[in-house]
């Protein structure tokens, strides 16, 4: 079975979700009053694990929620859009995105995502403690 890779269309179409879920509120997510009309215009985006968020998708990178090896071995192909989630994305070194430290694992390790490494470029002022992280990881 051959890996299964988000095309364009699919990358656009998800990025598209994740802001409208934004727009509709996500729990653990608090924008400033000075990035509301972004939100809810459908300009940003956030982290599903960390809760990052950012107007700028090169911060951001879409990922196989359960990893596309694991899915081989079971012979049958993985719904490859119930299958993406957005996950923040090392950008600069010295940065510990979601996407990176995820690997070929489930999930994140704990304490890890631009939340964390780069408060100065998160749009997401909400405490550490209230951004709970994804429930619906396997």
Known sequence: MSRQNFSKILRDEVFKWNAATLMGGVSGVRIDERYQKDREQGLMYYC???KFCHTDKKYFDIDHLVPDKQMQGTGRPSNIWQNAIVLCKSY?????????????????????????????LDLNYADMHERAPNTQWP
């Open 48 to 50: 599903e694990n960390c």
């Open 92 to 120: 600069e070194a010295g940065t510990r995105g979601c996407n990176q430290t995820k690997g070929s694992a489930n999930w994140p390790p704990p304490g890890v995502g631009l939340a964390r490494s780069r408060r100065d």
